[in-house]
């Protein structure tokens, strides 16, 4: 099948009954938007219609919980956990090859520019029906020699899917040649109930906060495109008018060191906590008053949509995917990236106006709950994977 042909209906009624075999496949399960997203799809698609499997890679890459296995298992998922000593190519190329002669997929399912690339050229070899390639950042984001592997490994993809309209512009400026056979799926995720006023109190008090504490936070790896830096440097600006003010970084990540040090410079690190990874983001949100994505890019940040879930006031940078989850004005604030000032100035504001965060909360919420849940994610997945085989 070309990369272009899609069944027709005919054909589809013909295969209705068939149970799809989808492989799918990325370079890890621990933390981070993307296996969030890999787990949500590989658990909420039905097991009448699909046998489920998913290979990632260990030794390099940290093993998932037990916990975490384990629903997988429950939700009808196969694992195909495999140990790589070196983060070759040609490495995570062997051991695909053969986690997929032994599972035999219909679909496979490739996620992030790596395994894509790798991907693509072992489906090929391997004779899969279908090949789909989910694109988790920005095409002009990855690295020059990604880009350009990209452009000779494509062809062997039978559809391509981006997070966010964003992501698709970005690939179709590059590689134009793929319109015809790409579309925009957004990632979703479950997305509870808001946590109620006792619970609220119960965590900020466990979390160390007073509850006239005025708590700014984020959610993501500690790393450099998340833009902390810069969030940091404003902090001391919005201490001068809200002294009330703490700063609540979760997550883990080598820039860990350079944003204490950072904060440390700007006079401000006994108000800045540093929680690590957190497994219970949808809980942890609760206890914050502002969220904020200081990011320099995003295809589609699953933080941000927690946050949007979580019915937050919400201040992001309007990068990438960003203004696709908030609306400026409407649903939070959107601030220019890397402007120090500007940041500051939108979280006092919001800090000054209790109304105006529970306005911007709710609408926030009403957006995330009609374009980014698990379920409707899986479904569009579901349609697609029918519509292709």
């Not at 989910?134 to 391509?160: C, F, P």
């Not at 206890?287 to 979580?310: C, H, K, M, N, R």
């Not at 939108?346 to 529970?358: G, I, N, T, W, Y």
């Amino acid at each position: 099948m070309s990369a272009t042909q899609l069944h027709t209906p005919e054909s589809m009624s013909a295969n209705q009954g068939k149970r799809r075999r989808v492989l799918m496949v990325h370079s890890d399960l621990v933390g981070g938007g993307i296996q969030k997203v890999l787990i949500e799809l590989a658990a909420g698609l039905p097991t009448d219609r699909y046998a489920k499997a998913i290979c990632y890679f260990t030794t390099i890459h940290p093993r998932p919980p037990e916990a975490l296995l384990e629903e997988l298992k429950q939700a009808g998922v196969r694992l195909y956990e495999v140990p790589v000593f070196h983060p070759f190519f040609s490495m995570y190329a062997w051991r695909l090859k053969s986690v997929i002669r032994d599972f035999r997929p219909d679909i496979v399912h490739l996620h992030a520019a790596s395994i894509g690339v790798v991907g693509a050229v072992v489906c090929r070899r391997g004779k899969i029906p279908i090949v789909i390639y989910t694109d988790h950042i920005l095409h002009h984001e990855n690295a020059a020699w990604i880009r350009a592997l990209r452009k000779v490994t494509d062809r062997y993809i039978d559809w391509e899917v981006c997070v966010s309209q964003q992501a698709r512009r970005s690939l179709l400026r590059a590689i134009p040649a793929r319109s015809s056979c790409v579309s925009v799926i957004y990632n979703g995720i479950q997305l509870p109930e808001p946590l109620s006023d006792p619970e609220r109190v119960e965590l900020r008090r466990k979390l160390g906060f007073s509850q006239d504490s005025l708590v700014v936070g984020c959610v993501g790896r500690l790393v450099k495109i998340k833009g902390y830096d810069y969030l940091i440097r404003a902090f001391p600006l919005i201490v001068e008018e809200h002294p009330e003010a703490v700063l609540v970084l979760a997550g883990s990540g080598e820039y860990e060191a350079s944003l204490r040090g950072l904060a440390a410079n700007c006079g401000i690190l006994d108000r800045v906590k540093f929680l690590g990874h957190r497994e219970d983001v949808s809980r942890l949100l609760g206890a914050y008053d502002i969220y904020v994505q200081p990011s320099l890019t995003e295809a589609l940040s699953i933080s941000l949509v927690e946050a949007a879930g979580a019915q937050k006031a919400i201040v992001a940078t309007d990068v990438g995917g960003n203004p696709e989850v908030i609306e400026h004005g409407i649903s939070g604030r959107l601030v220019p990236c890397r402007d120090v000032e500007a940041l500051a100035k939108a979280v006092c504001e919001l800090a000054s106006d209790e109304d105006q965060r529970s306005e911007y909360g709710l609408v926030a919420r009403e957006r995330a709950l009609a374009t980014f849940t698990a379920e409707q994610m899986v479904r569009q997945y579901d349609e697609l994977y029918q519509r292709l085989t």
